[in-house]
């Protein structure tokens, strides 16, 4: 299975670019994944918080496809723990996918026509941090998901 994280926009912050580098060569051992950058979408003064989410959504709508599954992170999504969150991506793993998509939506969220067609939502916390750093928080849970999957030391109880 290939896992991809799909973001809207790039990562600006030096310090959080080298975290998920540090994360995404730390998957590579576990997981073919791919991290894909939807251009960000300029807001313009004739650009509204929904038109832009609308417009964000459309192109993360692209990346739906029938071998994939698309999960949102969203601060109203189901909440794991890091042992919850493991066997979620172990019961993926076994279920036979080819592609799972985790989308951290731009700095407005996602449009109501992303949330009426995906299924999945997963709360990185209930807590709201800005989409950039939700990247870094996420790689080192997914990370660590596959560290407890493989009974290696990096998780502690």
Do not use: C, W
């Not at 975290?19 to 991290?35: A, C, I, P, T, W």
């Not at 080819?98 to 731009?106: A, D, I």
């Not at 209930?126 to 950039?132: A, D, R, V």
Request: aromatic content about 10%; charged content about 25%; proline content about 1%.
């Amino acid at each position: 299975m290939k896992i991809t994280l799909l973001v809207v926009g790039k990562t600006n912050s030096s310090y959080l670019n080298k975290g998920m580098e540090d994360y995404m060569q730390r998957l590579k051992h576990y997981v073919s994944f791919e991290l894909k950058v939807i251009k960000d979408i300029k807001k313009g003064k004739t650009l509204t918080d929904e038109l832009q989410k609308k417009t964000e959504g459309e192109l993360i709508l692209n990346f739906v496809n029938g071998s994939t599954q698309m999960i949102l992170l969203d601060e109203r999504g189901k909440s794991f723990t890091s042992e919850e969150f493991s066997s979620f991506i172990q019961k993926k793993m076994a279920s036979g996918l080819k592609e799972l998509v985790f989308v951290v939506g731009g700095a407005y969220g996602f449009s109501k026509d992303v949330y009426s067609s995906v299924k999945d939502r997963i709360s990185v916390s209930s807590m709201t941090f800005p989409h950039e750093l939700v990247r870094l928080i996420f790689l080192e849970q997914l990370y660590r998901a596959f560290t407890i999957i493989k009974g290696e030391p990096y998780h502690h109880d």
